[in-house]
Nanobody
Framework: QVQLVESGGGLVQPGGSLRLSCAAR????????MSWYRQAPGQGRELVAR????????SYPDSVKGRFTISRDNANNTVYLQMNNLKPEDTAVYYC?????????WGQGMQVTVSS
């Protein structure tokens, strides 16, 4: 059974940091590119970070570049998102995504709220 189990979300003050984790089960993790998306209320789902299957390539939109870092541990089937200098506009539900060929898997999503 395929599972992407996210953890690490919550409430943080502006300027603070959070580290999100996504543990994968039920598929060959090292074959898959992994991504983090987010969706704020009333908005579409936005890609915030992507990492290649080997971890050798990463990409970010300008909105998070320099503040967010994606990484992965293929030995432990886990992908991470380190988020620094968080801003209120980073408030959203964050989703983990796995992609390989025509296969796409999603986590259940978790709330990140940046507020004083």
């Amino acid at each position: 059974q395929v599972q992407l189990v996210e953890s690490g979300g919550g409430l943080v003050q502006p300027g603070g940091s959070l580290r999100l984790s996504c543990a994968a089960r039920g598929f060959t993790f090292s074959n898959y590119a992994m991504s983090w998306y987010r969706q704020a209320p009333g908005q579409g789902r936005e890609l915030v970070a992507r990492i290649s299957s080997t971890g050798g390539s990463t990409s970010y939109p300008d909105s998070v570049k320099g503040r967010f870092t994606i990484s992965r541990d293929n030995a432990n089937n886990t992908v991470y998102l380190q988020m620094n200098n968080l801003k209120p506009e980073d408030t959203a539900v964050y989703y983990c995504n796995a992609a390989y060929a025509s296969y796409r898997y999603w986590g259940q999503g978790m709330q990140v709220t940046v507020s004083s």
